[in-house]
């Protein structure tokens, strides 16, 4: 079973309902290049496509490589629709094609994605935006922060939701952690807090305490609560303990921090982080021939006893079977996240987020359970560290 973060930081993921090109929303009018991108991808169908229809388990990044001629296609599409002006609103396909260049072009997905916030805030593309920032990886999550930071019509709140989640990168933390440094107490807004614990951004936790102290509203007490008890764990119980305070909102985090922490973090254990494999996914797709499934049944670490009682790998066996699984799209982390969590160390780190990135290529129903656990694996490493890049 995995112990994860809170559930305040994760949100139900909302279901990504993509419609077959043309079905879900009417083009702009007059969007010629809208309609050049749905007719390709009638022709070529896309990763998310794919995805959201009947999805043959276990295909490789190499088995779903487009052709040279397909990516520079869609780079011409996107470098078409930038030049055209921007209706209104803007078109499901318009981020499908981000999200599939995103992987090999991650900075021409960025900048759809930044040109789509110019317009307010449209619920109904939720999904393909989700996907599509984590599909971009560094570049994505830079824009999901921009948009936390300085974004309005309902961007600031879409980003906040995504970032509490799924924020993985160090340089997120950065940002908000030097916005907190450098904001005026009056200044300081709610949203910027649980990103840094979604990262396990370590050198925050000085400044997230002095928030707790200096804070001039309630709900600013609550989240900066809610994160420094996240951030350090069993040690966090005796700042926490003398801590007085604003309202009743952060009363109650107050007063459910200190027992969350009492109950599920010790001395052996800081931050009451636990995970171990999934038997039931080993035993269904054992056989399976994909890169990883193939890695751990020759090792041998498919069967019961290793399952349960995950042993430790060796550094390089841990980048060996990183790199399996980021060729199988994270298919087959289920069976082997117990033998991962005994396994990682700050030498991995790279490996892991690439891996996080790569889970968003191809989303599948399983995709929001590895993201996850791949957040877990991640804080992890970064807990166990004990430091970060400052800025």
């Known amino acids: 079973m995995i112990s994860q973060l809170r559930p305040a930081l994760m949100p139900l993921f909302a279901c990504m309902a993509l419609a077959p090109m043309g079905a879900a ?9 809208e309609r050049d991108i749905e007719a390709h991808f009638t022709k070529v169908p896309s990763r998310l496509q794919r995805a959201n229809g009947f999805k043959r388990f276990g295909a490789t990044l190499t088995q779903v490589q487009p052709s040279p001629e397909t990516l520079e296609m869609e780079r011409r599409l996107v470098e078409a629709w930038e030049k055209e002006p921007l209706g209104k609103s ?6 499908v094609l981000a999200h599939e260049v995103a992987p090999h072009a991650p900075q021409l997905a960025a900048r759809v994605l930044r040109r789509v ?11 393909l935006l989700r996907v599509t920032v984590l599909a971009a990886g560094p570049e994505g999550e830079a824009v999901a922060v921009d948009w936390l930071l300085e974004g309005r019509d ?5 980003s906040a939701s995504l970032l509490n989640a799924h924020a993985r990168e160090l340089q997120t933390g950065d940002v908000l952690w030097r916005r907190l440094r450098e904001a005026a107490p009056g200044g300081v807004k709610a949203e910027w807090f649980r990103p840094l614990a979604s990262i396990g951004h370590v050198p925050a936790q000085a400044e997230v305490l002095r928030q ?19 951030l350090c764990g069993f ?8 801590v007085q305070p604003l309202g009743p909102k952060s009363q109650k985090e107050l007063t459910e921090s200190l ?3 009492r109950r599920e973090t010790s001395t052996a254990n800081p931050h009451g982080l636990e995970m171990s494999s999934d038997p039931d996914f080993a035993a269904r797709f054992e056989d399976l021939p994909t890169p990883s ?3 751990l049944r020759t090792r041998k670490l498919l069967g019961t006893e290793a399952l349960t009682r995950p042993s430790k790998l060796s550094s390089k066996d841990t980048h060996d079977l990183l790199a399996q699984l980021i060729e199988s799209q994270a298919f087959g982390l289920e069976a082997c996240k117990g033998i991962l969590f005994n396994s990682l160390g700050p030498e991995h780190e790279g490996s892991l987020l690439k891996l996080a990135t790569v889970n968003w290529w191809s989303p599948d129903g399983q995709s929001q359970g590895r993201g996850m656990t791949l957040g877990i694996l991640l804080r992890k490493v970064r807990y166990k560290r004990g430091e970060a890049k400052t800025p």
């Open 212 to 230: 707790i102290h200096q804070a001039l509203r309630d709900e600013i007490q609550q989240e900066a609560i809610w994160t420094f008890a996240e």
């Open 293 to 295: 499934m193939q890695w």
């Open 25 to 33: 929303q009417t083009p702009v009018q007059g969007s010629l290049v």
């Open 90 to 95: 803007v078109g499901q396909s318009v981020l």
């Open 259 to 261: 027992a969350w922490l």
């Open 117 to 127: 916030a110019t317009r307010p805030f449209d619920p109904v593309l939720a999904g």
């Open 154 to 158: 309902g961007w600031p709140s879409f």
């Open 235 to 242: 040690e966090g119980i005796g700042p926490l303990a003398s």
